[in-house]
């Protein structure tokens, strides 16, 4: 029988220490969806999401309400509309009225956020892809909830560099559109390498061809949890610290399980995977950065910080895997700089720079996260920043992303405010030096020779 | 049917239990097992209850007993057990 002290805890974490379920996303397959003629495909998008995800923020609200855990979001991934629209779309304006269609559903169904306005172009582009990805800048400066992923290389493709060097000129142009909202769009898109199929979170979720006609994907948080179970084993050696993330990483996982399944069998759609991903709030205590202090760190961004971020991730991994029947997504610690209070104190006081990040996203889930740099960086340079972490991710056979956010208007010393979970970005240095040859030659690289496992 | 767990945090006072129970009795909530201390005058319940007799809708239920914490001056949490199990039982 459950003790007192099991409930106490318990209830400690989630009032006092933000235990919380980050997003329950349902994962929608569009294919059947697909027709030439653009009205019909839009119509048959709004029917499909509005019918497959009409509970789903009300059965949210309802595991909120009855195991007294908070769901911070519900969303709603989709097929790559790359795919969905080619037989439909001649050009980008064609794809840009699926994304007011995909703004429509979301708000009919009360999601904050649906992604997968997305196109998957680790070898080459398609017609399609091309079009989606020129239309990107308009689609996401005139819809709301929206968000857009681009998966530019892969460890068993290689990186299609001419779609590098595009996205950055796409970053570049979404910033420009949104610069009246500084330059918010490009917080709603994320350039990948190696992107998972089953991603929960956003603005990078995505539901993949593999997947099936509808599922539920629950990404769990905890970084209040970790750092106050830490701060119990003050001056420990390292197999305490690492016995303590892992143990705390099963209960918090443990919650994200129980959620994910409910959801499930309420929503008669399956259950797909829990993704254990630490995802921070600017919400003081839920910060990855304060779990990476907590460990010894003066501030993150010191020397060490990447040994600790690395163990982190590991634990968490560890203890996550025993807790769920299935594990997937981006799964790991996120260090989004907007969005993690510690990050963004980092920075500002001169401790974080976004080579350091670089470094950090060898070993962590992701990539550069919700960076602001000068609006002045040139698309040149942003392609060599995709590149970079490209290689990282495909090199190490992982997950990298990029999602900076040029800042049009501000420099070096100005921040940004995004509001909400998406927080408060200070501007940070980047790289004068010249890329353009580099970025200019076109192709692909091809894949690692560890890629060739047959 | 899960059980549900139903915690009372707050100031010690007089009659906090024949409150809550007596809400609880009226709805046809089954108290199977208290478990309380109280630490430096602050009380600290666990009650675990069976809901499956009781005809009134759970978020009702839920909203009632917060009502009530309210007017007692505590914090009374109704949860279902498996938040609890599944987080400290393998």
Redesign the interface.
């Known amino acids: 029988?459950?003790?007192?002290f099991?409930?106490?805890?318990?209830?400690q974490m989630i009032e006092q220490e933000q235990l919380d379920v980050r997003t329950i996303t349902m994962g929608i397959g569009l294919l059947d969806c697909v027709d030439a003629d653009l009205d019909a495909l839009n119509k048959n998008i709004s029917e499909k999401i509005t019918r497959t995800a009409r509970d789903l923020v009300a059965v949210g609200d309802?595991i909120e309400?009855?195991?007294?855990?908070p769901i911070v979001n519900t969303r709603i991934s989709v097929t790559p509309i790359a795919l969905v629209g080619a037989g439909a779309c001649t050009c980008p304006e064609d794809f840009a009225t699926i994304a007011t269609t995909l703004d429509e559903a979301a708000r009919a169904t009360g999601v904050d956020f649906l992604g997968g306005y997305s196109a998957l172009v680790s070898k080459g582009m398609t017609p399609a892809d091309e079009h989606l990805i020129a239309s990107i800048p308009e689609a996401l400066a005139s819809t709301e909830r929206v968000c857009s992923s681009v998966n530019i290389g892969s460890t068993k493709t290689g990186i299609n560099m001419d779609a590098v060097r595009r996205m950055g000129e796409i970053v570049k142009a979404t910033a420009e559109a949104t610069a009246d909202a500084g330059s918010v769009g490009c917080a709603k898109l994320v350039v990948f390498c190696n992107a998972p199929d089953d991603n929960p979170f956003m603005a990078g979720a995505f539901h993949g061809v593999t997947e099936p006609d509808a599922v539920v994907h629950v990404g769990v948080s905890g970084p209040g949890v970790i750092t106050c179970a830490l701060q119990e084993v003050r001056g420990a050696n390292f197999e305490v610290l690492c016995e303590t993330v892992k143990k705390t990483a099963f209960?918090v996982t443990?919650?994200g399980?129980?959620v994910a399944q409910?959801a499930s069998r309420r929503l008669g759609v399956p259950f797909g995977i829990v993704d254990l991903s630490l995802a921070p709030t600017p919400a003081v205590g839920d910060s990855v950065a304060g779990i990476l202090e907590e460990m010894g760190l003066e501030s993150v961004g010191a020397p060490g910080t990447t040994a600790a971020l690395a163990l982190l991730t590991d634990q968490v991994k560890k203890g996550g895997v025993m807790a769920s029947s299935f594990v997937g997504g981006l799964s790991g610690a996120f260090i989004p700089v907007s969005e993690d209070r510690g990050m963004a104190d980092a920075v500002m006081r001169g401790a974080l720079s976004i080579e350091k990040l670089e470094a950090m996203t060898c070993v962590c889930s992701v990539g550069l996260d919700m960076i602001a740099v000068p609006g002045t960086t040139s698309a040149a340079t942003i392609a060599g920043i995709i590149a970079d972490e490209a290689a990282i991710g495909m090199i190490n056979q992982k997950t990298t992303a990029v999602r900076l956010i040029p800042a049009i208007g501000r420099d070096v010393g100005d921040t940004v405010e995004f509001g909400g979970l998406l927080g408060r970005a200070p501007v940070q240095r980047v790289s004068t030096v010249g890329c353009e040859a580099f970025i200019n030659r076109g192709g692909r690289i091809p894949a690692p020779i560890h890629s060739f496992r047959n | 049917m899960s059980k549900t767990i139903i915690t009372v945090v707050g100031k010690d006072a007089v009659g906090i239990i024949a409150k809550v129970c007596t809400y609880l009795a009226g709805n046809q909530v089954n108290v199977e097992d208290i478990s309380q201390t109280i630490v430096q005058g602050y009380f600290n319940m666990m009650m675990i209850v069976d809901t499956s007799g009781s005809a009134t809708p759970y978020a009702e239920m839920v909203a009632d007993l917060d009502d009530l914490g309210d007017a007692i001056g505590v914090k009374i949490r109704c949860q279902r057990e498996d938040i609890f199990t599944k987080m400290h039982r393998i």
């Not at chain 1, 029988?1 to 007192?4: A, C, Q, R, V």
């Not at chain 1, 099991?6 to 209830?11: A, H, R, S």
Request: no cysteine.
């Open positions: 029988m459950i003790s007192l099991e409930v106490t805890e318990t209830n309802a309400l009855e195991y007294g855990i209960k443990r919650a399980q129980l409910e």
